[in-house]
């Protein structure tokens, strides 16, 4: 047997570098991802005959989940949290605090320790004191700010609570976008800027037709990323308001879990959750054919 070249060799070693990822890609995404889609053919439940003696009921789980009232008003709160804490609250502030963190300013480390602060908490632990703070009553962190103005006590969670939730899951998740955006202005070249300048172009006008276009890809990479991760968020809104007040912050992860755990219908909550990846996979081909922008 011939001994092997040296590119033979490593392309072994990458392959064996490669392997555990390869692992554990495929015993925690792809596994998962496939017995959730053998649970929606099936009713396998959790309680009655259904629990003992599971069967193949084709299609039935889909067929359901279309006509269901609930789900596309889930679908509906998706859309609105995603597009009000993602797409538009963290990626506007994100970028402020991207633009800003960028020139010389006084207490900068402070302030980026404040924005960066919010991804040190766990997501429950940020929920729970989140509801400590918007509760009703005098003695809430939100209410006593209020008072002081003379402002009686509000009931926040319950008066706008798809709001709330928005403001919350922004505030968790600038930091993010203000690093990967940070990212994007750093490969802007300096000389741009100082030709653009020298033209005679103003600051607004360098921000829309140098910056931003510059950064396009950037902000098509944090899209993608920000849409997928928040539209599975279910910690931080099921200890702020489960869901409640009646559907009003039900996402599409509370109703499959009250699908699966509460209603104890595993098979009808697997397919709500096989639709719900077919959504994220449909917005992740967006994302990638866009992220081929030219500027």
């Not at 053919?41 to 299609?59: C, D, I, K, M, S």
């Amino acid at each position: 047997m011939p001994p092997m070249s040296h590119e033979s060799r490593l392309a072994w070693q990458l392959k064996l570098l490669l392997l555990p990822s390869v692992l554990l890609l495929g015993a925690f995404v792809v596994y998962p991802a496939l017995y959730s889609i053998y649970l929606s053919l099936t009713n396998e439940a959790l309680v009655g005959p259904a629990a003992l003696h599971p069967r193949f009921v084709g299609t039935r789980n889909f067929e359901r989940l279309f006509g269901d009232a609930k789900f596309w008003h889930s679908l509906l709160v998706t859309f609105g949290f995603v597009v009000g804490s993602a797409v538009i609250g963290q990626f506007v502030l994100g970028l402020i605090a991207a633009i800003l963190l960028r020139r010389p300013l006084r207490l900068r480390a402070i302030l980026n320790a404040i924005i960066l602060l919010p991804n040190a908490v766990p997501e429950v632990v940020a929920g729970f004191m989140w509801v400590s703070m918007l509760a009703g009553g005098e003695h809430a962190t939100v209410n006593r700010i209020l008072g002081a103005f003379g402002i009686p006590p509000q009931e926040l969670l319950q008066s706008f609570p798809l709001t709330m939730i928005i403001l919350v899951n922004t505030w968790r998740g600038i930091a993010f976008a203000m690093i990967l955006l940070t990212s994007g202005l750093s490969a802007i070249s300096e000389e741009v800027y100082e030709a653009a300048r020298v033209d005679g172009a103003s600051s607004r006008q360098i921000f829309w037709k140098i910056t931003l276009p510059l950064i396009m890809p950037t902000i098509f990479l944090y899209m993608l990323v920000s849409t997928v991760t928040t539209i599975s968020i279910f910690g931080l809104i099921y200890a702020l308001t489960r869901g409640g007040p009646g559907e009003a912050t039900e996402i599409i992860g509370i109703y499959i879990y009250d699908q699966s755990f509460s209603a104890y219908q595993l098979g009808y909550g697997a397919a709500v959750a096989v639709v719900t990846l077919g959504i994220s996979l449909l917005i992740g081909v967006f994302y990638v054919r866009a992220l081929k922008v030219e500027v």
